[in-house]
């Protein structure tokens, strides 16, 4: 059961801080199927097709927030998972649908091991699917772009940006 935005560690921040930007920990997942094709899940809050991903919580990891993550958000479960990026630059920033600001401290995994049924819909998400690389979903944050290049480029030392 997902908890919700005013409960996670963000909202509580959110409460005392306000709007003013800020670093999150955010974990993300690249999950391939046999064909090769990657998993995005439809955001219910603004429509936009993602990869698994979601903000750290207190008392967690981040491989137990991308474990998490993946489980609320597809019904999928990690076995096993590679970091592959950690984006900290300042030109990673954005602000949610709730109005804050963040820099993005992402922490960017390839899932190399799952099971589990795919989940159409969740309480945070409203569709799911995996994609060829050929045929992305165009409702999609553009700086994933980046990080499909970046897992093309992957040679097995973390990339950092």
């Known amino acids: 059961m997902t908890i919700s935005f005013e409960e996670s560690y963000h909202g509580l921040l959110r409460k005392h801080l306000g709007n003013q930007r800020i670093i999150l920990p955010t974990v993300r997942g690249v999950i391939a199927d046999e064909d ?4 995005f899940v439809k955001r219910s809050d603004n429509g936009l097709w993602v990869m698994p991903a979601g903000s750290q919580e207190l008392d967690e990891s981040v ?3 991308l474990c998490r993550e993946v489980r609320e958000e597809s019904g999928l479960e990690v076995e096993e998972a590679e970091l592959i990026a950690v984006y900290s630059e300042p030109r990673f920033h954005f602000t949610n649908s709730y109005g804050g600001e ?3 401290l992402a922490f960017v995994f390839l899932v190399k091991k799952w099971h589990g049924t795919l989940r159409q819909e969740t309480d945070e998400t409203v569709a ?3 994609f060829p690389l050929d045929a992305l979903p ?3 944050p553009a700086f994933y772009d980046e990080t499909l290049e970046d897992l093309k480029n992957f040679s097995g030392k973390v990339i950092l940006k």
């Open 128 to 130: 799911a699917q995996f």
């Open 102 to 104: 963040h820099q993005m």
């Open 36 to 39: 090769g094709r990657i998993l």
């Open 63 to 65: 491989l137990d927030a």
């Open 138 to 140: 165009a409702n999609r």
